[in-house]
């Protein structure tokens, strides 16, 4: 194995959590490194196709699904340095402060060490950094914060259509807060609305790390190492501090990165996977496993699809791979009886024909003479809308090691997921919802998902006040580890009812600005 000149920082992961600690950390003059599983793949190689942004999609080791309902990994994950930034879908809503204290306010879930009112200030740098597109007088479910520094994105009337039937029934309707352009910034170009944010945006309209926060790391010193494998945390002899990962390069050659500080910041199912494998006398479990959750506490978002077919043209081909407009009248954790948890409402999406997100897929089970029908009527008058729907956490739902192993030896993720009833029939509700929505809308034909599948990956390494309790403490530094560090939504106790994103970032903010302060502290 090669060791190779010893830097302050080793980050793993380049996306939204990596790349923010990775700017913030060189840019106080330390010196990083870090390694990206992916390839490095560059704006003119991000073609606007569904088989081509299908690369963006993770092709590292397969990660084995189990339970009842079982999570779709590859769709959510990112391959290339960037991460899952690079195909997300920009929707940024903010978390409300109902999510942060769960347990304490309905004896449901998990509290957060942290309020909304400690992250509030880092959602309003990290908009100002990123740019986001939104109306936030608009969003009267909105907790307090700086209004969006640009304007909303445009609709159009795929999302506008669906939003009449919304009002038809009462509901309140507002731009969905998004980081995508809808005017140059900082440099960057707006968005044209073509709808493929998914296969990457080539003229940096979408807040991904590789249009943001990587150029600056760069910029301050920072090395960005692609094809870069990482397969454990190294500790030193007493088990009491890391030293750096071992990791896989380009040549297939181990290589050992020494590091005054790890981040482990990979996508949220790899993170806990490279700490079960990181055995040492000392921590036979894992590392920051003295609590035995390291893994456990996993979510995802149940999703309810609706469909829509009418019988104009829709422009449903142009806008974003995310969502126009947003309803969160059902965000109340106790709105419905007989549920529990937030909902959310987005509506207008960009579809194309293929791939899991298009005409064909939206209709399953049509083949032949039937599916051409259906594409050529789709073609024109087909809406979609998502509810997003909260799962509370469940320590039976949990990322732990397989008995199969990659080509290197190294065991597999297993993950184990299933929705509990309640996440079911709060799916249920959510859906007959949107069906009823896209009836009022003067849908002439309507459909939902038949199953919830999984949306988003949240826990697995929860921040909480005491080591016997989570996995890291309140700035996602490891309890059992003093200089290792987590970032991403596995530090989620509770996932709401929101994409993750903007959070993930100012949670990295935060967190690699007191990993700056602590470490001025400690030199001098």
């Not at 490194?33 to 991000?46: I, K, S, T």
């Not at 959510?76 to 920009?90: D, E, K, P, Y």
């Not at 509901?171 to 170009?189: D, H």
């Not at 008995?403 to 597999?412: A, I, R, S, T």
């Amino acid at each position: 194995m090669v060791t190779l000149e010893k830097v302050d920082a080793v980050i793993v992961g380049s996306g939204a959590a990596g790349s923010i600690f990775a700017a913030t950390l060189a840019e106080s003059g330390k010196k990083v490194a870090v390694l990206e599983h992916g390839p490095d793949r560059r704006e003119d190689q991000w073609i606007s196709s569904q088989i081509w942004g299908r690369r963006l999609k993770w092709g590292g080791a397969p990660v084995l699904a189990d339970g009842k309902n079982r999570y779709g990994h590859n769709f959510n994950s990112g391959w290339q340095v960037g991460g899952s930034t690079v195909h997300h879908f920009a929707n940024w809503p903010r978390l409300q402060p109902t999510d942060f204290r769960m347990k304490s306010q309905y004896d449901r879930g998990l509290d957060w060490p942290i309020s909304y009112d400690d992250l509030r200030p880092f959602y309003d740098r990290i908009q100002a950094d990123v740019g986001i597109s939104g109306d936030a007088a608009a969003e009267v479910w909105r907790p307090p914060g700086a209004p969006y520094p640009l304007p909303p994105l445009r609709s159009f009337r795929h999302a506008d259509i669906v939003a009449d039937g919304m009002r038809k029934l009462g509901m309140r309707i507002a731009p969905l807060p998004s980081a995508v352009l809808s005017e140059s910034y900082k440099g960057r170009a707006a968005c044209i609305y073509d709808g493929w944010c998914h296969a990457g945006c080539p003229i940096g309209a979408i807040g991904n790390a590789n249009a943001v926060f990587l150029p600056r790391a760069v910029k301050a010193g920072a090395e960005i190492r692609p094809s870069s494998y990482v397969t454990r945390v190294i500790l030193d002899a007493k088990g009491e501090r890391a030293v750096g990962v071992e990791y896989i390069g380009q040549d297939r050659e181990r290589m050992f990165q020494p590091a005054e500080v790890v981040v482990l910041a990979a996508f949220v199912i790899q993170s806990p996977r490279i700490l079960l494998n990181s055995v040492h006398d000392r921590h036979p479990a894992g590392l920051a496993n003295s609590s035995g959750l390291l893994g456990r506490y996993a979510m995802t978002h149940a999703g309810s699809g609706v469909w829509g077919l009418f019988d104009e043209d829709v422009e449903n081909h142009m806008g974003i791979s995310g969502g126009l407009l947003m309803s969160q009248d059902g965000y109340a954790k106790d709105a419905r009886p007989g549920t529990f948890g937030s909902t959310m409402w987005q509506v207008g999406f960009a579809q194309k024909p293929n791939d899991i997100l298009g005409f064909a897929n939206a209709r399953g089970a049509l083949f032949g003479s039937d599916l051409h029908a259906h594409m050529k009527a789709a073609a024109r008058g087909l809406t979609r809308m998502l509810g997003l729907n909260e799962a509370l956490p469940n320590p039976d739902n949990r990322i732990m090691l397989s008995d199969q192993k990659d080509e290197f030896g190294l065991p597999l993720a297993r993950v184990v997921h299933s929705y509990d009833e309640n996440a079911l029939n709060l799916w249920r509700h959510v859906s007959e919802e949107g069906l009823r929505i896209m009836s009022a809308a003067g849908a002439k034909l309507a459909w939902s998902n038949p199953d919830p599948g999984g949306i988003h990956f949240h826990g697995g390494t929860i921040m909480g006040d005491a080591a016997a309790t989570s996995v890291t403490n309140a700035f996602g530094q490891t309890h059992d580890i003093p200089n290792l560090w987590i970032g991403g939504p596995g530090l989620f106790p509770t996932e709401g009812a929101v994409n993750p994103t903007f959070t993930v970032s100012a949670l990295a903010l935060r967190s690699a600005e007191k990993l700056v302060s602590d470490w001025n502290l400690q030199t001098p």
